[in-house]
Each structure stands twice: as C-alpha cells, then as structure tokens.
C-alpha cells in the first residue's frame, strides 16, 4: 500500500480536506478501473459523508452491528463508492451471519481496487449481508429512505419499551444520504409523510439537490419545490448551499440532533462531478468513468499527485481512527458497561435485547397457539391469521406490524390488552398504522426487520404489487419480514377482477428465497405462522382467503403440521397406492378433498396433496418430495384459483391445470366458481381424463 505525504503543512483543515479527496480520488480510480460505476456523486458528497462519519455518527467500526449504533443508510445506492471508501478508511470489521467478528477488515483497498468484480467486498450498489457496515440493500431508487423510516420506527420502539430511568439502551439515530431520483420516486413522499405524521425527530435525510440525474439536468422533468413539499408534510427543513462546506454542514447535522418532534431533512446543494473541469455539473459525471486526462485534470484540481492510483496518502487512516475511531469505540465501551449493570438490574428485558439480535424466539413463543375443530362451515385464512397473530404479538414481546388500512378486514389489528397504536407520542404501541401507503410500507417492514424487531405488513393479495419491489429487497437483504395478504384469489366475489390476483402467486413464487404460503385451513395458517416465525434469513408472504373455509377434519385427514414440509399427502388412496394425485393449495384444497372423496366411492384410487408451498416443499429431500408425488404416478391435476404459470413443474407436460388463465370477473364467489371451473365435478371429470391418458399411454 502506498502512503504519500500530500499536502503540508498539515493543520486539522489540511487534514479534513486530505480525507475528502481521498474518498473522492478512491471513488474516480475505483470507477475508471472496473471501466463501469458513478463517479460524480461520490466527488461531491465526499465532504457530506466524511462529516457524518468522522465527525457526527456514533458507530464502532470494530463492532458494525453494535445495537446502539448510528445507522447509516446511502439511498442513492449507485454512490456505492462513498461507503466502500469510508469503510475502507475506518477499518470497519466483517462479521459473519452468526454475527461473528472475522477480525478481518469489510473492506480492503484490494477489494477497492477490484469494484465491481466478482466476490469482491466493493459491489455495484450497497449489498446488506454481502458487505459487513452496509445497513440497507440500496440501488433501486427510493427503498433507502423509506427503509430509513423503518429503521426510525424501531429505534423509537425500542426506546420505549428497554430505556429505563439512567439506562439509555437505545438512542441511536438514522442519517439516510438520497439524491433527485429518491426524491421523485413515489415511495419516498408515502415514507416522508408518515415519517413526519409518527414525528420521528431520530431521522435525518440529506438530499444531494445537484439538479441532474442521466438524462441531464432536472429542469426536463423535475421542477418542484422540494423545499416547501417537505414543509408541508412537517418536516424540520434546512439548507446547505455548499457542499464541501464541512462546518455548515456539520451545524446542520447538531440542529438535526436537538431538533424534537419532528424529522429533518437538509438541502444540500452540491456539484456532481465536483473538480473536474470538463464534467463537474454535467450528466456524464453520473454514471461513465471520467478517463485518464480528465482524471489527471481533476486530481491537479484537488492539488493531487496526478498519477497516483488509489492512493491513501498518510495520515488518513489515523485521521479516522482519532475521529470515528475513538468516538465511536468510548460510545460503544460506554454502552456495553452500561448494559452490564442493565443486565443486573432488568434481567428479563436484557435477555429480549440479547435473543432479538440474534433473531432467536423466546421460550414459549408458540404456546397457546389455537388448535381448529374441525367444522364443515370452517373459518376465514383471515379469520385464523387474526386469532394467531394476536397470540404470537403477546408471546414475542418484539413482534410488531400492521395494515395499509386495511386491518379489519385483514384481520391484523392486534386487540390484546397493552397492545396499543404506534403513533407519535404513544412509540411503544404494536399496532402500526401505515396509512394508504403499501410501498413505504413494504420498505419499513425491511427497516423494522434490519433493526432486528420481527415485523409484518397486510394488504390484499392483488395489492402485493404495490409493494413487491421490497418484497423482493426483503428477500435479497435475506431479511425475516413477514407480509399477510388476504382476499387471496376471487373470494372477493362481487369486488371484481380488480380485486382478484391472478398472476400474483407466480409471481412471488419466482423470487428467489421468499417463502410463499397459501394455507388450506385455520389450521394450516396455524402451522404455517409455525414456520414462519422461525425462518431467520428468509421473508415470508401469505395468502389468506376472505371467505370461510372447511376446517378439515384431521382425525380423518393428514395433521396440519405437514405444512412445514410445504406438501403432504392430506388425503390418500387405500393401502397408499394412488393412480391419480389432485394437487392444490388454499381454498381449492377443500375442492380437491371433495372430488377425491366421490373418486374414492367410484373406486378410483385418488390421492390429495395440500401443498401451500412451492418453495418450501422444493427445499425437501427428494426422497420426501417422490413420496409425496410418487414420479410414476403421472395422471395428476392440479387446482389453484390463481394463474396456472409453473403448475408444469409439479403436474408435468401431460398433467392437467385447473386455474386462471384470464382475469376475474364481478359476480357472487359461487358464480365465479362455476364460471371458472372451481367445482368438484370438473375437478372429477379431469382426473378421469387423466387416467385415461394415461392408460392409453401405456404399452
Ligand atoms: C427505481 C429506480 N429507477 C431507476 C434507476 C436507474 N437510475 C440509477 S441512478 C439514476 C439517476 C439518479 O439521479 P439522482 O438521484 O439525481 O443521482 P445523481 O446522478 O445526482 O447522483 C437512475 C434513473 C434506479 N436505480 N432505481
Ligand atoms: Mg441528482
């Protein structure tokens, strides 16, 4: 590594500005090297972060996952290279996903040198889980902010319900960096409105106001008052009008930090590309490295050495050690001697904090889980998820959620006594009230979950879109967010095909580690909130119907704790030797079970599979799933109101499909049911077929 005196005499302002122009010299080297990347927002917010980093936040950069931690979040995720270069200069440590310290740095200059490329710890956009310091998966436009907002809810939960008189276990803030695009995106303004209506004065956001985005300056398509916007949803709003102006900056951040009752958000008036002759304030300087002269120019313009290549002149890592460094390590010795003697004196409330950050349940935390009797009338999957939800609220202490206002008919509102609202001056309420407003809430969900509070989100099924760029996120940060969808299918009836998914469930089947479950009974809901709680590392949907549903009669019927496998075998042939397996989830399963039963007195040998879970039930040994769905059993049909996409895989080429292959329509559900084919007869009439097939296709 090569360390260069730069600029001397060295005074503390040499020094600052010493540590800013390496994060910028990093950013333009690390970009033009991997040929791909955003160079000029890094040149411009070097002196931003730099200030929040070395000067404002409490963060340890030997433990990254301290509780009590400032939280950091870079919601214009393409400036990956501000955080790669910050992290690299404080020497933060990697942990592990058992929370280990590796004793090894997140981010090596040799990662720095190799950005963009596989395996290394300096990716393309900000990667939670990938790279230890990062506090939010960011890239998609938006997500950043309105997770900031989760992040901000929990803090004030937590504080409520842990800090105790001369024990501030929790006061951390949130500083969340965003740029125009963040701004014009939807989710930010649902996030920025609930944000101020929750008064959440331990948010921060800084919007890098440079007037460009790729296709040049803002005038083409953004031309409003930003300033007065954040007013009126009660913001306290504040400017900067120069971006390398750490002082100013630095007050600003202090007023942040006294201001109460209500979130900040700075005006920080910058120039991308920032020192560079030919491309400073110009669209170019967004996303195409700056070349070889123009470096040259820009790095003489910072009274750099112009061909020196990522280069960490001395002086700068101690800078960081002295600032962040020491603050941040006597911020968390502080905390941790602070907690011991919390630990004495609350050992019940230290044992929450310490199995919530390791994202373990408490003892107990499914006891008085409801068993269903069987009942032909039965329950609604919302009816049941309702009465299970208020029993897991009160068992995990730190299990929280709620409603894009739909809570009574999603059936989400946790009615226990002490349950109470989430607002502004009641912060230890479980019940949160997101408002119309299903992006921000899918990204808050993300927000509450990284701050390791188990969280849950509800709208209907058909609103799942609103919100599935977070799902998505949810699943690639890895995170245990759970989301309650009801009106799965046409229940909904006279709603109309508006309010019918059918597309949905394809569509969060094919992302990758999100767990999708469509529960048949009040039971299987029972049991598959069983797995649910447990996963660590993965988000999980349900699809709940709005009508009753047959409670299946279990003594008759497979256990519903065949769930966690995904599949099962709910109702089979006699002697367990089916010629022909019907295969469905949610209310169709009751379907099935229905025409097996007139198979059966016809003496045709039908097996039922309850499958509520593609994903899971893929995750099986193939031995289990072959026992499930024998492979030389190819007559099957399988049954789902929902789009019949990727129902090949389990039926396979010759099988039979009873789904959706259009939108719905507005009727009463039993009409829909009819016009749709959901009736046991048509259910009959295709295993028959499939048996014929597959009898003629016999030798
Ligand atoms: C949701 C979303 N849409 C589009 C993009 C592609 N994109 C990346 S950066 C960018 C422009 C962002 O402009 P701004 O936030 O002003 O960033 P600046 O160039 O000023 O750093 C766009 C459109 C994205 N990352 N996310
Ligand atoms: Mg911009």
Same mark, same amino acid.
């Given at each position: 590594?090569?360390?260069?005196?730069?600029?001397?005499?060295?005074?503390?302002?040499?020094?600052?500005?010493?540590?800013?122009?390496?994060?910028?010299?990093?950013?333009?080297?690390?970009?033009?090297?991997?040929?791909?990347?955003?160079?000029?927002?890094?040149?411009?917010?070097?002196?931003?972060?730099?200030?929040?980093? &070395?000067?404002?936040?409490?963060?340890?950069?030997?433990?990254?996952?301290?509780?009590?931690?400032?939280?950091?979040?870079?919601? &214009?995720?393409?400036?990956?290279?501000?955080?790669?270069?910050?992290?690299?200069?404080?020497?933060?440590?990697?942990?592990?996903?058992?929370?280990?310290?590796?004793?090894?740095?997140?981010?090596?200059?040799?990662?720095?040198?190799?950005?963009?490329?596989?395996?290394?710890?300096?990716?393309?956009?900000?990667?939670?889980?990938?790279?230890?310091?990062?506090?939010?998966?960011?890239?998609?436009?938006?997500?950043?902010?309105?997770?900031?907002?989760?992040?901000?809810?929990?803090?004030?939960?937590?504080?409520?319900?842990?800090?105790?008189?001369?024990?501030?276990?929790?006061?951390?803030?949130?500083?969340?960096?965003?740029?125009?695009?963040?701004?014009?995106?939807?989710?930010?303004?649902?996030?920025?409105?609930?944000?101020?209506?929750?008064?959440?004065?331990?948010?921060?956001?800084?919007?890098?106001?440079?007037?460009?985005?790729?296709?040049?300056?803002?005038?083409?398509?953004?031309?409003?008052?930003?300033?007065?916007?954040?007013?009126?949803?009660?913001?306290?709003?504040?400017?900067?009008?120069?971006?390398?102006?750490?002082?100013?900056?630095?007050?600003?951040?202090?007023?942040?930090?006294?201001?109460?009752?209500? @979130?900040?958000?700075?005006?920080?008036?910058?120039?991308?590309?920032?020192?560079?002759?030919?491309?400073?304030?110009?669209?170019?300087?967004?996303?195409?490295?700056?070349?070889?002269?123009?470096?040259?120019?820009?790095?003489?313009?910072?009274?750099?050495?112009?061909?020196?290549?990522?280069?960490?002149?001395?002086?700068?890592?101690?800078?960081?050690?002295?600032?962040?460094?020491?603050?941040?390590?006597?911020?968390?010795?502080?905390?941790?001697?602070?907690?011991?003697?919390?630990?004495?004196?609350?050992?019940?409330?230290?044992?929450?904090?310490?199995?919530?950050?390791?994202?373990?349940?408490?003892?107990?935390?499914?006891?008085?889980?409801?068993?269903?009797?069987?009942?032909?009338?039965?329950?609604?999957?919302?009816?049941?998820?309702?009465?299970?939800?208020?029993?897991?609220?009160?068992?995990?202490?730190?299990?929280?959620?709620?409603?894009?206002?739909?809570? @009574?008919?999603?059936?989400?509102?946790?009615?226990?006594?002490?349950?109470?609202?989430?607002?502004?001056?009641?912060?230890?309420?479980?019940?949160?009230?997101?408002?119309?407003?299903?992006?921000?809430?899918?990204?808050?969900?993300?927000?509450?979950?990284?701050?390791?509070?188990?969280?849950?989100?509800?709208?209907?099924?058909?609103?799942?879109?609103?919100?599935?760029?977070?799902?998505?996120?949810?699943?690639?940060?890895?995170?245990?967010?759970?989301?309650?969808?009801?009106?799965?299918?046409?229940?909904?009836?006279?709603?109309?095909?508006?309010?019918?998914?059918?597309?949905?469930?394809?569509?969060?089947?094919?992302?990758?580690?999100?767990?999708?479950?469509?529960?048949?009974?009040?039971?299987?809901?029972?049991?598959?909130?069983?797995?649910?709680?447990?996963?660590?590392?993965?988000?999980?949907?349900?699809?709940?119907?709005?009508?009753?549903?047959?409670?299946?009669?279990?003594?008759r019927y497979a256990?519903?704790?065949?769930?966690?496998?995904?599949?099962?075998v709910l109702a089979d042939a006699p002697g367990g030797n089916p010629e022909v397996i019907?295969?469905?989830?949610?209310?169709?399963?009751?379907?099935?079970?229905?025409?097996h039963e007139t198979l059966l007195a016809e003496g045709i040998r039908s097996r039922v599979?309850?499958?509520?879970?593609?994903?899971?039930?893929?995750?099986?040994?193939?031995?289990?799933?072959?026992?499930?769905?024998p492979?030389?059993v190819?007559?099957?049909?399988?049954?789902?109101?929902?789009?019949?996409?990727?129902?090949?895989?389990?039926?396979?080429?010759?099988?039979?499909?009873?789904?959706?292959?259009?939108?719905?329509?507005?009727?009463?559900?039993?009409?829909?049911?009819?016009?749709?084919?959901?009736?046991?007869?048509?259910?009959?009439?295709?295993?028959?077929?499939?048996?014929?097939?597959?009898?003629?296709?016999?030798?």
């Open positions: 590594m090569s360390t260069t005196q730069v600029a001397q005499p060295m005074t503390d302002a040499g020094v600052d500005q010493l540590c800013i122009n390496t994060i910028r010299t990093l950013s333009i080297d690390a970009v033009q090297q991997a040929k791909s990347g955003h160079p000029g927002t890094p040149m411009a917010l070097a002196p931003l972060v730099y200030t929040i980093w &070395n000067r404002v936040m409490r963060f340890d950069p030997q433990d990254p996952i301290w509780p009590n931690r400032d939280r950091f979040v870079l919601s &214009n995720g393409h400036a990956s290279m501000l955080l790669w270069s910050v992290l690299h200069l404080t020497k933060t440590q990697a942990v592990n996903a058992d929370y280990e310290r590796l004793g090894q740095p997140s981010v090596t200059l040799d990662d720095i040198r190799r950005f963009r490329q596989l395996d290394c710890k300096a990716p393309g956009h900000p990667e939670y889980h990938w790279v230890s310091g990062v506090e939010a998966t960011t890239g998609p436009l938006g997500q950043g902010v309105a997770t900031s907002v989760g992040m901000a809810i929990a803090q004030k939960w937590l504080a409520t319900r842990y800090n105790r008189a001369g024990f501030e276990m929790f006061d951390y803030k949130m500083y969340a960096v965003c740029g125009d695009g963040c701004m014009m995106e939807g989710i930010a303004s649902e996030a920025a409105s609930l944000a101020a209506h929750l008064g959440l004065d331990n948010l921060c956001w800084v919007y890098d106001n440079n007037h460009i985005t790729i296709e040049g300056n803002t005038r083409i398509a953004f031309t409003e008052d930003v300033a007065t916007r954040f007013l009126g949803y009660g913001w306290n709003v504040l400017r900067v009008g120069d971006a390398n102006d750490t002082d100013r900056i630095e007050h600003a951040l202090e007023v942040f930090r006294r201001t109460k009752g209500r @979130p900040t958000f700075i005006i920080l008036d910058s120039h991308i590309g920032y020192g560079s002759p030919h491309k400073q304030d110009t669209a170019e300087a967004h996303g195409e490295p700056l070349g070889d002269e123009e470096i040259r120019l820009t790095k003489r313009s910072y009274g750099w050495p112009e061909n020196a290549k990522f280069l960490v002149p001395e002086g700068v890592y101690e800078h960081f050690a002295a600032g962040i460094g020491a603050r941040g390590a006597k911020a968390r010795q502080e905390w941790t001697k602070l907690f011991d003697a919390y630990r004495r004196t609350y050992p019940e409330l230290a044992a929450e904090i310490d199995q919530m950050q390791r994202r373990e349940l408490p003892a107990g935390w499914d006891r008085n889980l409801p068993v269903f009797p069987a009942d032909a009338k039965g329950m609604a999957g919302r009816e049941a998820s309702g009465k299970v939800l208020n029993v897991l609220a009160q068992n995990i202490r730190w299990f929280l959620g709620g409603s894009a206002d739909l809570g @009574p008919s999603n059936k989400t509102l946790l009615t226990f006594e002490g349950a109470g609202d989430f607002q502004a001056d009641t912060p230890g309420g479980k019940n949160l009230h997101y408002g119309i407003r299903e992006h921000a809430m899918g990204a808050i969900v993300n927000g509450i979950s990284l701050s390791k509070l188990r969280a849950f989100g509800a709208t209907f099924f058909i609103f799942s879109d609103y919100l599935r760029p977070a799902i998505q996120l949810s699943a690639l940060m890895e995170l245990p967010a759970i989301f309650v969808f009801t009106h799965d299918a046409m229940g909904d009836g006279e709603d109309g095909p508006t309010h019918q998914p059918v597309e949905h469930l394809a569509s969060l089947r094919a992302i990758p580690g999100l767990v999708t479950l469509r529960p048949a009974d009040a039971n299987e809901v029972v049991e598959a909130y069983r797995c649910i709680m447990q996963l660590r590392h993965k988000p999980a949907v349900l699809a709940l119907s709005r009508q009753p549903l047959p409670t299946l009669d279990r003594s256990a519903a704790s065949g769930v966690a496998h995904g599949a099962y019907l295969i469905a989830s949610g209310s169709e399963v009751s379907l099935a079970v229905n025409a599979v309850s499958m509520p879970s593609w994903d899971i039930f893929d995750h099986q040994t193939q031995e289990y799933q072959d026992s499930v769905l492979p030389n190819k007559a099957r049909v399988a049954v789902e109101q929902a789009s019949t996409f990727g129902w090949e895989r389990y039926v396979g080429t010759s099988g039979h499909v009873i789904g959706m292959k259009t939108f719905g329509a507005s009727a009463p559900l039993k009409e829909l049911q009819r016009k749709f084919g959901f009736e046991p007869d048509r259910v009959v009439a295709a295993a028959k077929e499939q048996l014929g097939r597959a009898a003629a296709d016999k030798p």
